[in-house]
Structure formats: C-alpha cells, structure tokens
C-alpha cells in the first residue's frame, strides 16, 4: 500500500479514532471511527468474520469526498475498527470519490468490493455533473488494490435508457474464472434495483458477453415469485387484522405480570445481571402503576401488575385489596402478599376460645420478613397467651440476592436456628416444601429437620386465614381476646 492519499486517512484515523474512548460510543452500534459516516456497504463474511464497509470522511464530521470505512465483528455486537479500505486515490474515483457498493469472495479466496467510482466531467453545455461508474478493488480482508481495468462498468453496460448520472448500489455476484492460455478471466454478474436487470461482463481485459440468459431468467422468475409472496402476504394481512380485531374485543382478559426474580451464586459462564435493589425496583414500580393506571382509564382494568417481589424490595406498602381487583394472577404471586394480610387480620376479628398459652417458632424469607413480623405483633397484641417468634432465614443455599420464602432450603434453617429456638415448636409456611409437602429443596425431609433441632415441626397453611387459626389452636383454658 503506497497510496499517498490512502496513507493520509490510515495515519489520520489511527491518530484521533484512538483518541475517541470506547465510554464515548454506543454500547452496540457500530459508529465510524472517526469523523463522518454515510451509509453501510460491503457486508459480507469473510475469512470467519462479518466485514462493514462504510461511506466515510475520516477528516471531518460532515461530508466530503468518500472514502470506505472498515470494521469487523465476529458476533454483530463487538466491532473492531481495521484501517480505512478504500480512498479517492485512482483516476475514475477522484472526484466526490468511492460511493456506494457490495462485497462477495473470489474462487482463489481474495475478497473482492465493488464500489461506485465517481468523478467530475464538463459536459458539453459546460455544466459539471458527476459521473458514475463501476469499479473493483481486491484484497485479503485488510488491504484491497485497485486493477488497472477499472472502471469495469461504464454508461456502455448500461440497458438502453439509463443514466450515467445515476449508476450505482450495485450487488456483484462472482460467477466463475477460467483461463485462456496464459491470462486468467474473471466473469461477474452484477444486480441493481434502480437498473432492474443484471449484467453480465468478463473483466481484465476483455467482455465476454452482454447478458446471460439463463441467470436473468432466474432472476426474472424470482421476481414472480416475489410478486406471487406479495399477494399471499396481502391475504394473510387481511386475516391478521380480522384475528387483531377479535383480540380487541377480548381485551380485558389480557393480563400482563412482571415477576422479579432473584439472582443466584451459580452464574459461572453466564451473562452477567446486575440484581434489582430498593431504588431500581421503586422505579420499576413507577413504571408500572403509571400504565396500570392508563389501562384501567381505557378499558376499565389494570391488565399490567408487578409480582408482590417489587414492593417488597423496595420496601413499599404493598397496595391495598382494591388495586388486585379479582386476584386473577394470585397464582402468580400478584397480589399474595395482600391477600394473606386482609384473611390473617380478618381472622383474628373473629372471636376463638384460646385454651392456655401457646409459644411457638416461625422461620420465613426474608422479603416476606416484614409483614411476618408485622402479623405475628399483632395476633400477640390481640392475644397476649400466644407468642411467636420469627426467625428470618437467609439464604446462603442458592446465594445472591434470591430472598423470597419458596426457595428457603432445611439446610439454612438448621445453620441459623440450631440452638436459638424459643419454643418445642417449628412453625414452616407450606411454600417452603414441595408438592408432596414434606421435603425441602434440598431434599431434607420435615421429619429430619425436627430430628436435627429437636423440636416438633408444623407445616403452616398458605392461606393468611388458615395460618392465623392454625396459631391460635392449643391450651387448657379460655382466654379472651384483647381489643384495641
């Protein structure tokens, strides 16, 4: 490459693109190493890598004569800049420069870009226009020369009432090479949707002929198969619409929920997430209500909740029964939370014969922790013969930030309540076992735990209002309860 004007760009980008930091770009787009970038050329795989070319001007960030900008990704996200392709450096490109153009991959390996050659002619009214022509560069995925053939197309290749003026985005397509005694020939087909044809042309030094019949009847039979897409495709727009407007009318059994979900130790390998904490999770919260409250304004229905999870770590009230409206996605944790408060106080506002004192453990989660705490004070408040004690477990089994009581395990409840029991009894909500409700996640049975702490274990009931008389159960005598 000894190209004095290319040279130029390469020194100049190399100079102030590294000055650019990769803070100052877009986590994902690509953007032009330095200075202007017009629209993408050239994309392509080649040699285990996706090639862009780009319409740059490396000197400035507005236009001007055109060079090619060149970057590689192997995954379409992470791009790595190479030296400037091309440059207005020959005599058919000198001019507004090296415009638009493709990319394809020669039989002996080379890549080969063509690209719109422009330069500046005097036509004969002595207006200046600028001419457009087609050209080729050759290269191994870094450097790329230009033969001297160039232009391979001219207002010659051209059908019968096209312009010179207007002569570019073309797609090459290699269709063979042969040789003929000691000269190698390279036939191209190259395509343009403002020509709507394709021609055929052998370069080097030579046109072999000016269309090929057999490729331009393939062409011309995908374009009815196009057109035949296009019918089927306007038929089935009609039907989508039909299903569109049914669906309207079904609106209000859409429901949409947004559950949260903890993040665990075991993320070896895997994409990095960063756990939602109080602040994110109240904006997340913002977001959702503010649409809630729009769907419930249109169609009469929130049909958008967050999982009781979000309020809990942003540690908000959970809302009152009336923003649930049905419990239709109680199944889903939505709601849950506020349903197990209303039925738990609910109960304890019915009168019950208390028989003696009770003293009793309870363990739970620890987003759960608060409301738990907050039930137990009251039922002990109402019923000063009852006395629970809450042991909030952490969960060290699954680690991270996962806080929720389904996924507390045995193997963390004896680690942080051996020895610090209050009572003979272990009250565990029903969630923290599986279906069969006598084994944990660690595959610690209820009887083994109570074996291990040497307590009687209770499985809790679900439901607020089960889990409140369930408490209240046990004694000799009657006590009655205290009213605020």
Not at 190 to 195: D, T, V
Not at 472 to 477: A, C, E, K
Request: proline share 5%; charged share 25%; glycine share 8%.
């Amino acid at each position: 490459m000894n190209d004095l004007t290319l040279q130029k760009a390469r020194a100049y980008e190399a100079e102030h693109g590294a000055a650019i930091s990769p803070a100052e770009r877009p986590a994902y787009h690509m953007t032009p190493y330095v200075g202007w970038l017009n629209d993408p050329n050239g994309f392509s795989y080649y040699k285990g890598k996706y090639h862009q070319f780009y319409q740059y001007n490396p000197y400035d960030v507005r236009w001007a004569p055109m060079h090619w900008g060149h970057a590689v990704s192997t995954d379409l996200l992470h791009w790595e800049y190479l030296p400037c392709a091309l440059a207005p450096d020959s005599p058919v490109d000198n001019g507004p420069g090296c415009f638009s153009g493709s990319a394809t991959v020669m039989d002996d390996g080379k890549q080969l870009l063509m690209y719109t050659s422009v330069i500046a002619e005097k036509q004969p009214n002595g207006e200046m226009r600028d001419i457009q022509t087609q050209s080729i560069a050759i290269g191994d995925g870094l450097n790329y020369e230009k033969p001297a053939c160039n232009p391979v197309l001219t207002q010659k290749d051209l059908p019968e009432g096209f312009s010179k003026f207007d002569f570019r985005a073309m797609k090459v397509r290699i269709k063979y090479l042969y040789e003929k005694g000691d000269t190698t020939y390279l036939q191209l087909l190259f395509e343009s949707h403002s020509i709507g044809e394709a021609i055929n042309k052998t370069e080097y030094f030579e046109k072999l002929y000016d269309y090929d019949r057999k490729l331009l009847e393939e062409y011309q039979q995908a374009r009815q198969e196009v057109e035949a897409l296009k019918e089927q495709l306007e038929n089935e727009k009609a039907e989508l619409e039909a299903q569109q407007h049914e669906l309207e009318e079904e609106q209000e059994s859409l429901q949409v929920i947004l559950d949260h979900c903890g993040v665990t130790d075991y993320r070896e390998k895997l994409f990095k997430q960063t756990p939602y904490d109080a602040k994110t999770s109240a904006e997340v919260i913002d977001i959702m209500e503010e649409f809630g409250d729009e769907c419930k304004r249109r169609h009469g229905k929130r049909i958008i909740y967050p999982s009781d999870e979000w309020y809990l770590k942003a540690g908000r009230p959970i809302p009152d029964p009336e923003f649930y409206e049905d419990y239709d996605q109680l199944e889903n944790g939505v709601g849950m939370m506020r349903l197990y408060a209303s039925e738990f106080l609910a109960e304890l506002e019915k009168p019950h014969r208390i028989y003696g004192t009770k003293k009793m453990d309870v363990v739970t989660g620890e987003m759960a922790s608060p409301l738990i705490h907050q039930m137990m004070a009251e039922l002990h408040r109402q019923y000063p013969m009852v006395e629970v004690t809450v042991h909030t477990i952490k969960n060290k089994f699954f680690g991270g930030n996962v806080g929720v009581a389904g996924l507390v395990t045995a193997t963390d409840i004896i680690a942080q309540c051996e020895g610090k029991l209050t009572s003979g009894t272990l009250g565990v909500p029903a969630v923290m076992l599986r279906e069969e409700k006598d084994t944990f996640l660690d595959d610690i049975t209820t009887d083994q735990l109570a074996q291990r702490l040497g307590v009687k274990v209770e499985v809790l009931p679900t439901s607020g209002g089960d889990e409140a008389r369930a408490l209240l159960r046990s004694g000799l005598h009657i006590a009655r309860r205290r009213r605020a």
